[in-house]
Nanobody, 118 residues
Framework: QVQLVESGGGLVKPGGSLRLSCVASGITFSNYAMNWYRQAPGKERELVAGIATTGGRTNYADSVKGRFTISRDNAKNTVYLQMNSLKPEDTAVYYC???????????WGQGIQVTVSS
């Protein structure tokens, strides 16, 4: 069974930091690009950050560029999202996504809440 399990979310004050982790099992992790999406209440899901299978290429939404960093550790089957200088508009449920780019196969985590509020 494929599982993507997120952790590290919670409540943080504006300007604070969180690091999300997503541990994958049931897949050959190094074959998958990894992404973080988020969905705020009443809004569509959006891509926050992505990282290639080797970690050599990354991409970010303009709204988080310079504040968030995606990374991966293939030996641990884990992808991370370091979130700094958090803003209230970052509040959302964050989802881990594993993607076989060519085969167009997707797996999703259950989502984890990030709330930025004073």
């Amino acid at each position: 069974q494929v599982q993507l399990v997120e952790s590290g979310g919670g409540l943080v004050k504006p300007g604070g930091s969180l690091r999300l982790s997503c541990v994958a099992s049931g897949i050959t992790f190094s074959n998958y690009a990894m992404n973080w999406y988020r969905q705020a209440p009443g809004k569509e899901r959006e891509l926050v950050a992505g990282i290639a299978t080797t970690g050599g290429r990354t991409n970010y939404a303009d709204s988080v560029k310079g504040r968030f960093t995606i990374s991966r550790d293939n030996a641990k089957n884990t992808v991370y999202l370091q979130m700094n200088s958090l803003k209230p508009e970052d509040t959302a449920v964050y989802y881990c996504n594993a993607l076989r780019v060519i085969l167009r196969i997707n797996y999703w985590g259950q989502g984890i809440q990030v709330t930025v509020s004073s």
